[in-house]
């Protein structure tokens, strides 16, 4: 089975800045035989300050991300934090994401079930895989009829992740679908002096490994200058070099 691909800015930040990122997609789709699902977050309901750049909000963000779906063809994946947005989101975008943080918030795995989208829902820092089950359950038993997990990392507090792969194989035995989110995963929380800071050097390890203990997709979050992104810039992977990885991956 082909992997699945995710990828896009940690937000929306601008038109230009979407529209930089769906061209270079489109050509990786094209070029390789994928479907890369593009994602953005309209809201940053999470960051670490309350100063943080947080995009441009639910109706803004969603007309937007509808635009690159009418530009581009490009299937669309946005994270939503309250039961409310499932709605609206569920009219634009293919996937919806529920934050690591909010995976066990039951009504918003309900109203995300409900839209009859594809469910990702990330498992929480404070997780095992094998408890991911229960968030499953929840959507599965609300109607969803696809739903997939994501792997991020679990924190321990004092601005750190540590990643235990073998959650992968413990969440395949739940669902077929397990991504491996390889961003998010080597953050290191509010390690910024008020935002979170990491490492994106390790991004590619990060997909390896998990390719080595039977991730089926990838999550990645890119930027064409990673250090000029208003959220989450020190773990995004710098556009050009998503292609080198995705090949690397589909050998």
């Known amino acids: 089975m082909q992997p699945i691909f995710i990828a896009g800015p940690c937000v929306i930040e601008s038109a230009d800045l979407l529209n930089i990122v769906a061209e270079e997609l489109v050509r990786l789709n094209h070029k390789y035989g994928i479907d890369i ?86 498992k929480a820092q404070f997780l095992s895989g094998a408890d991911m089950l229960y968030p499953v359950e929840k959507a599965l038993q609300s109607g969803a009829k696809e739903v997939w997990l994501t792997e991020r990392g679990n924190t321990f507090g004092y601005n750190n992740l540590v990643v235990d792969f073998r959650n992968i194989p413990d969440m395949k035995e739940i669902v077929p679908m397990v991504i491996m989110d390889c961003t998010h995963s080597v953050q290191r929380p ?32 890119v930027h064409p200058n990673p250090d000029k992104g208003l959220s989450d810039g020190p773990n995004m992977l710098e556009l050009d070099k998503l292609e080198n990885l995705i090949g690397q991956l589909l050998k």
Not at 87 to 116: H, M, N, S, W, Y
Not at 190 to 197: F, H, P, V, Y
Not at 212 to 217: L, P, Q, R
């Open 190 to 221: 509010g390690a910024g002096k008020g935002k979170t800071s990491g490492d994106r050097k390790f991004v590619p390890s990060m997909a390896l490994a998990a390719k080595a203990f039977g991730a089926t997709g990838y999550f990645f979050e």
């Open 37 to 122: 699902i593009f994602k953005a977050s309209f809201d940053k309901a999470n960051r670490t300050s309350i100063l943080s750049f947080r995009g441009p909000g639910l109706e803004k963000g969603l007309k937007m991300l509808a635009d690159i779906k009418a530009k581009y063809g490009l299937k669309i994946l946005t994270d939503i934090h309250e039961s409310y947005q499932a709605k609206a989101a569920g009219e634009v975008c293919d996937v919806l994401q529920i934050p690591a943080f909010l995976c066990r918030q039951t009504d918003l795995l309900i109203a995300a079930a409900k839209t009859g989208k594809i469910v990702n829902i990330k």
